[in-house]
């Protein structure tokens, strides 16, 4: 009999809950769904009522709750590397004890409050339970494990091998040398927030060039041959204050870090574009050592890092693997799920279940759905007007909207699990558009203008649009535009104008096409997600284009929509012009006044 374990993750950032009964991935969500708090770290309470909820399960049902990570191994580091940073870190302290004198010690205690019985918690350790998220959901048999992100206990970088059920590592790289560290400094630097700005460094390195890639090489970070590396702490203000950077990392780069939402200059550009290329070129020979160690044609990953697709293309091309799999989640949030499947396996012995063609992890679509009984009841208490279609009339609805140029909100299914929007809380335009991208950057998502839209594209299709031959379902690989649909353009920019390079058509689909010609490319099927399917294939029997662009259903500095309400509020603040929620289909110049449109971003910390 299959054992019920649920999994959590919090107290850091992006807490989250999982459910799994043996093999079977039940449910997953992150907290900040359900309590609007953008990387909400809190005891995921929602998240963990949904689990239960959604498995039909009481807690007392429950054969163990597992933490994703060892309370006291990471007290014994956070202690041990303030002690060192005496007097400088009295801060640090002040703000970190009341918080684990408090909370992060007694995770029992939170969770026997919670459930309010007595059920086994154990304990992972960090960089397993990640471990545990790429292997046990991906379709090999078999594969290297690499896991790389901030830091863990005191583990920052990881490689290991699974096989069946098993699982090991066999080396580590230890704090504070950390690449997910060394990239979030530069991301402080260049004037994003920390543990969420990430990605933007990621996209605004496309625009420069890799000057300081030396003085990077020289000054910050020594990475050998066998893939170890180690950080030079003097420049670096992340372990003895509250900053990530210090006064020499500044010098070193000609100034003090950019303020936020100030304007980004081209030494930004080139700073983003140096140190994504370091990090390319570590995590190129993190994969060679794995390769080395394990012999295996297939790799997996997990960890913050592993979010970076530009990284995860140029590993996929290297050649070193034939197949390679990323965990959606990647970050803590997915921890919580590798936890419970390491409980599974480890603890209980529960052989592993596993599906030859696909991964189990069900499109990532592991969150809350809504009923059209329960939609149309929201609607109607509201008075807010709507029309319902049958599944075929709104796959085809849906894409003659985005044929014409309309911006649509589509809310359908199960949510997913992680930070990408696959099609289930999803915002889709016309890929394209020559408009497309700055309509959605400025009109519907508030953010920065540089930053690119990924394409939702039909797996047949893939190879006609990109220079690529493996599937990239999660949106975590990066790839080139085919060259017959790239448009020659001068690159050059004058006086820090990003907007000209900006504006520039690329290809026939500007609107998914990066300054230097890539995309974050989602492929899909017909199989974890009918409904999506049928618009991609829909809009392809209307305009012979098998691709749409899709972005996550939110605003900047909110989560993506979870529930009806969140949807219809953000379809009512932007100027998006059709939403799809389930089998009801609202337009915007049917809704009444919805009154909140001039001053509600200032509910948000935009970042």
Request: charged content about 25%; aromatic content about 12%.
């Amino acid at each position: 009999m299959s054992q019920w374990v649920l999994g959590i993750s919090c107290y850091y950032h992006n807490s989250a809950a999982a459910i799994v009964h043996g093999s079977d991935i039940v449910a997953a969500a992150e907290e900040e769904r359900f309590t609007r708090k953008k990387h909400d770290p809190r005891f995921p309470s929602y998240a963990i009522d949904y689990c239960l909820e959604t498995a039909g399960i009481e807690a007392d049902d429950l054969d163990a709750v597992i933490f994703y990570d060892n309370p006291a191994l990471t007290f014994d580091r956070v202690t041990k590397s303030l002690v060192q940073g005496v007097p400088f870190s009295k801060s640090q302290w002040v703000q970190a004890a009341p918080l684990w004198l408090g909370s992060k010690l007694r995770v029992e205690e939170a969770v026997f409050r919670k459930l309010q019985v007595k059920v086994p918690v154990l304990f992972a350790e960090h960089h397993f339970s990640h471990a545990a998220s790429a292997f046990y959901p991906s379709p090999f048999e078999e594969a290297a494990v690499l896991t790389m992100d901030g830091v863990g206990e005191w583990a920052t970088t990881t490689i290991g091998y699974g096989n069946g059920r098993d699982l090991q590592i066999f080396e580590e790289v230890l704090y504070p040398h950390s690449l997910g560290l060394l990239y979030s400094a530069f991301t402080y630097y260049c004037g994003f927030k920390v543990n969420s700005g990430e990605y933007k460094l990621m996209g605004l390195a496309a625009y420069g060039e890799p000057k300081y890639a030396e003085i990077i090489r020289e000054k910050l970070i020594d990475v050998r041959p066998d893939g170890s590396y180690r950080l030079n702490s003097e420049y670096f203000g992340f372990i003895d204050s509250d900053i990530m950077t210090n006064d020499r990392f500044h010098e070193l780069f000609g100034g003090d870090p950019r303020s936020p939402e100030s304007r980004i200059t081209k030494r930004e550009m080139d700073i983003a574009a140096s140190i994504q290329f370091v990090l390319e070129e570590a995590v190129l020979l993190l994969g060679k050592r794995a390769k080395e160690l394990t012999q295996s044609s297939n790799l997996v990953l997990a960890g913050g890092v592993a979010l970076n697709c530009v990284a995860n293309g140029k590993l996929l091309r290297s050649g070193l693997f034939d197949s390679m799999w990323v965990q959606p989640a990647a970050g803590d949030s997915g921890a919580s799920l590798g936890c419970a499947l390491l409980a599974v396996h480890q603890h209980f012995g529960v052989d592993r279940v596993r599906n030859a063609e696909r991964d189990s992890q069900k499109g990532s679509y592991l969150g809350p759905s809504f009923t059209n009984a329960e939609i149309k009841a929201f609607l109607e208490y509201n008075e807010y007007p709507y029309e319902e279609f049958s599944d075929e009339e709104r796959a085809k609805t849906v894409a003659e909207a985005i044929s014409q140029g309309k911006i649509v909100g589509y809310f359908v299914g199960r949510m997913e699990f992680g930070p990408r929007a696959l099609g289930a809380r999803s915002i889709l335009g016309d890929a394209r558009g020559t408009e497309t991208q700055s309509i959605m950057n400025l009109k519907i998502k508030y953010r920065e203008s540089f930053r690119p839209f990924a394409p939702s594209v039909l797996d047949t299709r893939l190879s006609d649009y990109f220079d690529i031959d493996h599937e990239s379902p999660y949106m975590l690989l990066v790839a080139q535009v085919a060259k017959d649909k790239q448009y020659p353009v001068e690159n050059s920019m004058d006086d820090d104008d990003m907007l000209p390079l900006i504006n520039q058509v690329r290809s026939e689909i500007p609107a998914i096409t990066h300054v230097d010609y890539s995309a974050r490319i989602q492929s899909v099927g017909p199989h974890e997600k009918p409904d999506y399917y049928a618009v991609l294939k829909e809009f392809e029997a209307l305009t012979g284009c098998g691709m749409i662009v899709n972005t996550s259903f939110n605003v900047r500095g909110e989560p993506i929509v979870c529930s009806p309400e969140d949807a219809y509020r953000c379809f009512m603040r932007t100027d998006m012009d059709m939403l799809v929620l389930e089998n009801s289909i609202l337009l915007k110049g049917a809704q009444p006044d919805f009154g909140e449109a001039e001053d509600w971003r200032d509910e948000y910390e935009l970042d």
